[in-house]
């Protein structure tokens, strides 16, 4: 597997499938456990038809944590190369001003942590796109 990062514009942003959002939280980081796993996740999802890939991570931000006033920022494009297969995605920074009611969809219940949490849903991509977004936040 192979994880590359691109600026963004670097991409066409017809080919961005997924939006990546490491959010904090009062200090915290927000990870969210979908209801069909037992393990922890950056909030994130598939980018719907005609959708803008911004709107897709506001949209995947509030449906997944509940979160209803935040900050949100674009952090680079991402992509992710498995068996000579490359997929593309957005990933952003999100700084979570309020949090409501979890939304009763997929997501199970959210996590705030003050590290990446041990049993991860991707171990393989989470860890490297939650250190890129952290690395441009402090810039």
């Known amino acids: 597997m192979k994880i590359e990062f691109y600026e963004f514009g670097g991409v066409d942003e017809r080919l961005l499938k997924y939006a990546v959002i490491v959010a904090s939280y009062r200090?915290?980081?927000?990870?969210v456990r979908h209801g069909e796993r037992n393990t922890w996740e950056i909030p994130g999802g598939r980018r719907?038809?005609?959708e803008n890939i911004t709107d897709?991570?506001?949209?995947?931000l509030r449906e997944e944590t509940g979160?209803?006033?935040f900050q949100i920022k674009s952090v680079c494009v991402y992509s992710v190369e498995k068996?000579?297969?490359k997929s593309y995605g957005g990933l952003f920074y999100a700084q979570v001003e309020?949090?409501?009611k979890l939304p009763d969809m997929e997501i199970?219940?959210?996590r705030?942590?003050?590290t990446l949490p041990e049993k991860l849903t991707y171990p393989l991509i989470q860890p490297y796109l939650f250190a890129k977004a952290i690395g441009l936040e402090s810039k």
């Open 48 to 50: 719907e038809p005609d």
């Open 67 to 69: 979160a209803l006033k």
């Open 108 to 110: 199970a219940e959210i």
């Open 112 to 114: 705030l942590s003050d």
């Open 98 to 100: 309020g949090l409501g």
């Open 27 to 31: 200090g915290k980081w927000i990870f």
């Open 56 to 60: 897709t991570a506001s949209r995947e």
């Open 83 to 85: 068996d000579g297969c």
